[in-house]
């Protein structure tokens, strides 16, 4: 008999669900599905929304990647709406200034922003609704201001070093000379006017008009890189999604820059042990996982870098026949001891998340971010926008795949998955969380397809969480495995027994999945959301 985790109901609806990273995006996201507006559009109001009310995670200085299924063509499309390095960006700079790796925040941190491009992108080719109806939830949220919640206080608490070096952040943030208590009230005129400007005339006014000259004007003060020019060149770009096969499903999910790769190759490499027959969260199924993401991972630092700049050897890493041989690696007794290695033998933060189903079937499964709690650390004097700091996440040393070069975009964490079976749409999900993302999203998976539970059981169950991750530096530091406490101390013993180094943290510590699956039988909607973070899920 399965074990049975559930905190929060799970959400039912026919006409439309939202499950987002606030409530306050989610509802902006139903409303304007109840006033007839599609997936596509919601998407746009739920993502303005939530880069106003999480404003440590995402917002218009941050990126985004989202899949789309179109309901009429059962089509899915990738959308990706992350910047590149600026033209002024390169190795040398850096090395110049006797660094070895990329300043993690300040005015040298900072890509090219492509949250607004994405909004664009989506507005144009599927949007029913205007701009100035999508983000009037957005502008009242940062003109009148909302409260502030646990999380974000203390989000701001522990960033409060940086943001007082910053004068805009200090006056935003640290209005009072501190961060503001829950339910005081963070009031963002700036942004609000930024929105409005947007709302009233497009999102190229964000990368050609006064919006980016604002920008560029502040980045060239600071001695920054970014540039009008750097704005101006912009646009995100779709792509078709890559796939894999897994348990008679097939699962699509971002191609690179992002890792989504990742997500695919753990689940090839699982898919040879019955995972239903292990256990739910034993010291066995668990020890599976982990040592197929360690070697996914070894995968994605050997080979992921910007297709434009290197080859990405796609087929053979996403084949069933390579997953096989990576997966006779795993020993069922034994955990890794040294870091893994890439396998091709012949080659040469922080985030949210939301997901929407609207009552034609239409989807959106989208994340967005700036990279670390308040990306950079600055704000862009009169605007309200908080820069990234992307850039960071680019190696400078001159062999890696992911090294940095102008115009180059770096390899993202983010990532966001479908699920088909047979020729419809069964589930929409994804989760913020760094290198955590593809390690909740394959375990959310499994627990779905592998255990039999229901979307919130799914989200909710105990989860584990294998470091290191991806950042330059992180490769070669030894494996540690961190178990949230609800994992039982029986099964933590069999998992050192098993080699691992285990931590264990918090009950609720790992990510904040949000996901939706489709009931195609009776035509119903259903909705978790995560309560790790502030994630809620909305029906109608």
Avoid at 18 to 33: C, E, M, P, R, Y
Avoid at 317 to 335: F, G, H, P, Q, T
Avoid at 378 to 391: A, E, H, K, S
């Amino acid at each position: 008999m399965r074990p049975s985790f559930i905190h929060r109901p799970v959400i039912m609806s026919k006409n439309g669900l939202v499950a987002a990273g606030h409530h306050l995006a989610s509802l902006a996201g139903i409303d304007i599905l109840m006033k007839g507006g599609n997936a596509f559009d919601s998407a746009i109001a739920t993502s303005a929304v939530l880069s106003v009310v999480r404003p440590h995670m995402t917002g218009l200085g941050g990126d985004a990647f989202a899949l789309l299924f179109n309901a009429q063509s059962g089509s899915v499309e990738a959308l990706n709406a992350s910047g590149p390095a600026p033209n002024a960006a390169s190795r040398q700079f850096f090395l110049d200034k006797g660094l070895t790796r990329i300043p993690l925040h300040g005015i040298y941190s900072v890509s090219v922003p492509g949250i607004v491009g994405c909004w664009g992108e989506i507005s144009e080719k599927y949007g029913t609704i205007g701009l100035q109806e999508l983000l009037k939830p957005a502008i009242q949220y940062a003109s009148r201001g909302f409260p502030v919640y646990p999380s974000l206080s203390l989000a701001i608490r522990e960033a409060a070093d940086r943001l007082e070096n910053d004068r805009s952040a200090r006056e935003i943030f640290l209005r009072n000379g501190r961060a503001p208590f829950p339910g005081e009230i963070l009031l963002q005129g700036d942004l609000a006017r930024t929105l409005d400007m947007i709302a009233s005339k497009g999102t190229k006014s964000f990368y050609q008009g006064d919006i980016a000259k604002l920008i560029a004007e502040h980045f060239q003060k600071q001695n920054g890189l970014l540039t009008q020019d750097d704005l101006a060149d912009y646009h995100s770009v779709w792509k078709p999604p890559i796939r894999t096969s897994y348990r008679g499903y097939t699962v699509l999910e971002q191609p690179p820059v992002s890792q989504g790769l990742i997500l695919l190759q753990e689940l090839n490499l699982v898919e040879g042990f019955d995972l239903a027959k292990l256990g739910h969260s034993t010291a066995d199924s668990i020890h599976v996982m982990v040592e197929a993401k360690k070697l996914a991972f070894a995968d994605r630092i050997g080979y992921l870098g910007d297709p434009d700049f290197v080859k990405v050897p796609l087929e053979t890493l996403l084949s069933k026949e390579y997953a096989a041989k990576r997966s006779a690696l795993i020993d069922v007794d034994r955990a890794m001891a040294t870091t893994a290695k890439a396998g091709i033998d012949s080659m040469d933060g922080d985030t949210t998340y939301f997901a929407i189903v609207d009552r034609d079937g239409n989807a959106v499964s989208l994340i967005q971010s700036v990279f670390h709690s308040f990306g950079s650390g600055v704000v862009v004097d009169g605007t309200g926008v908080v820069p990234n700091n992307r850039l960071s996440a680019f190696s400078l040393k001159s062999d890696h795949p992911n090294r940095l070069d102008p115009k180059k975009k770096t390899v993202h964490t983010l990532n966001s998955y479908m699920i088909m079976r047979d020729d419809s749409l069964f589930m929409v999900g994804g989760t913020p969380g760094a290198d955590d993302q593809v390690q909740t999203n394959l375990q959310v998976i499994a627990n779905i397809l592998d255990y039999g539970m229901n979307v919130q059981e799914a989200i909710e169950a105990p989860r584990w969480s294998s470091r290191p991750g991806t950042m330059p530096g992180e490769e070669n530091l030894p494996y540690e495995l961190h178990v949230e406490d609800r994992i039982s101390p029986q099964v933590r013993d069999g998992l050192v027994k098993k080699g691992h180094d285990v931590k264990v943290s918090g009950g609720w510590s790992f990510a904040g999945a949000q996901a939706i699956i489709i009931d195609q039988s009776n035509k119903v909607l259903m909705g978790g959301a995560d309560p790790r973070r502030d994630g809620y899920a909305i029906g109608w």
